[in-house]
Every structure is written in C-alpha cells, then in structure tokens.
C-alpha cells in the first residue's frame, strides 16, 4: 500500500499564500512599470514565450514526456483564451488604467467564471447570493467608471474599462473550458503549454499592432525591463507554482481568497510606487466589487471561483 504524503507544515502554507497573495498582486503594478516603455504585446508575448520555454525544459529535464499532439492542441487554446485574449486586453488596458484600478476591475474575473459555468452545458446554477453579488460586483464597476474622483478627474478610460471586462469574459471561458477539456496533461505541463500558445498568439499580435516597429531599445528604461524579467520569474513561475502546490494542499475556498486580496495589494503598491492616487470614489467601489467577490468566492457551493485570474500572471 503506498505510503501517504505528509500534510504541508505551517510556514510551507503562509509562504505559498503569501506568493499568491503578494506576488500576484504586485505583478499589476509590474505591467504598468513594463509597458511604461515596452510595447504592450510584445512585452507579454515575448513574457510568456520564454517562461513556457524555460519551464518545458525544465520538466523534461526532470523527465516529463514530451507532450502529444492532442495536449498540445487543446492547451494551445486555453493558451489562447486566457493569455492572448484574457492577459493581453489586460496588458494593452494597463498603458491608460492606474494598476489598483485594473486589479479591482480584473478581481471581477471569478464574477464572469459563474456566469460562464452556468452557461456552459451541465454547469451549475448560481444561488440567489451570488446573484445579489453579481448584481453588487457590477454596481461596483459602474461606480468606478463613472465621472468624479478617479485619478484623471473624468472617469475612467472607457476603452481600458471594456477592455478589461472583456479580458474576464475571456479568463472566464478559458477557466472553464480548462476545467472541463480532457488532455492527460501534468499540471505543469499544460502550464508550459499554455503559457507556449498565448505567448505566440501576444506575438502575432504585436507583429499587426506594429510593436516591433515602435520598439526602440535606447529608449526603453531599466525599471520596464527589471519589471519584464519580475513577470517572468516571479509571476510566471513561483507564483503559478504556489498556485499548483496550495490547490493540492488547502481547501479550495481558502485558496481562492487571492481573488480580492490581490486588488487591495495592488491599489496600496500603485499609491506607494506610482503615486496612483486612492480616491472616496475609489475606496467605495473597491469595497463593493471585493465585497462581491468575496461572497461569490466563499460560497462552498459554487467550485468554479478558485480559477485563477488573467493576470497569471
């Protein structure tokens, strides 16, 4: 009979929480550095590129099998959806909207997962609680959007807004396809591969949004390329990887409270480094959208919310 694996000492959870919760908070305030400088889609396609890269070396080296033609496929479009589609809006959006201001409207993402669960064939029925969250979560975003105190004293962006929410819609339908998609891919694996697919889909992209052209090196800052290099090796890889670990080891509700930690992280790094200035209108539409979030992520009923965000940042 084979022999259980021990359960996780204490100080191995509070470090793992803490990477999910400070790291991947902090990677909002990371893009907004990056893109300072860096051509939006060419900074995140060439991200995932070489920590998909670097991670399928890794595994193999560790002797992963090399993956079918099937699992390549299938996590190539999960790929798709949740990074090209889901990071990329996020990352374009992040040159207009304050860093705490996209990781609130981003934190909305497990909002969108429900609806899509729903929608999805066989998928669950929300309860009316998180149907009053929902109702709560996108009152929150109307708040945000509209005129008054935001940092530019006329709203917000109102193509970063749409795009932003459209970056959940598709986190969204790739979580649940994700969930839902048979591939017999390792968990990390599909990781690579994923990262593999949305990276070349961000680097298609930056070839029709002319990224290259634009790309100048003397002019691109050290803080944008240290900032690059943090996505890579931080959020790429020992957040993702605590991310794997936490969801094998701790109950998945408890996981799933990086949805409306992160935003909060994100807001206080933005005013700390970037002077984003933190608003009535900003502390009240925060409180309502991770008070949405909070409720839909709690509900012991409902799975779906412990997918992570688009930022995976």
Avoid at 64 to 84: D, E, S
Avoid at 123 to 148: C, D, E, H, N, Y
Avoid at 195 to 211: K, V
Avoid at 260 to 274: D, H, I, K, R, S
């Amino acid at each position: 009979m084979p022999t259980p694996a021990p359960s996780p000492s204490r100080s191995q959870l509070i470090a793992a929480f803490a990477a999910i919760y400070l790291i991947w908070g902090s990677t909002y305030l990371a893009i907004r550095v990056a893109v300072f400088t860096l051509p939006p889609f060419l900074m995140a396609g060439s991200r995932f590129l070489i920590a998909g890269t670097l991670l399928l070396a890794f595994l193999k080296l560790r002797g992963a099998p090399w993956p079918t033609a099937r699992q390549w496929r299938i996590n190539g479009v999960i790929g798709l959806l949740l990074l090209f589609c889901g990071n990329g809006l996020l990352v374009w959006a992040s040159q207009v909207i304050p860093s705490g201001i996209t990781a609130l409207l981003i934190g909305m993402g497990p909002l969108f997962v429900v609806l899509t669960e729903w929608a999805w064939p066989g998928g669950s029925r929300p309860t009316v609680t998180t149907m009053i969250a929902l109702v709560m979560g996108f009152i929150g975003v109307g708040w945000l959007a509209g005129p008054g105190e935001t940092a530019a004293h006329g709203g917000i962006n109102p193509a970063g807004l749409v795009a932003l929410l459209f970056a959940c819609v598709f986190w969204a339908i790739g979580s649940i396809y994700s969930r839902h998609a048979q591939h017999g891919a390792d968990t990390m694996v599909a990781a690579a591969l994923q990262m593999l697919g949305g990276g070349s889909g961000l680097m298609i992209a930056s070839l029709l949004h002319r990224d290259f052209a634009r790309f100048d090196p003397a002019r691109v800052s050290l803080h944008s390329v240290e900032a690059w290099a943090y996505l890579i090796f931080f959020g790429s890889f020992l957040g993702f990887s605590a991310f794997v670990w936490l969801m094998k080891n701790a109950p998945p509700a408890r996981v799933a409270t990086f949805a409306y930690v992160n935003p909060v992280v994100a807001v206080f790094l933005g005013w700390l480094f970037l002077d984003e200035v933190i608003t009535s209108r900003i502390l009240v539409g925060s409180a309502i959208i991770v008070a949405a979030v909070a409720t839909i992520t709690m509900q012991k009923s409902q799975p779906v919310p412990t997918v992570a965000s688009p930022k995976r940042k």
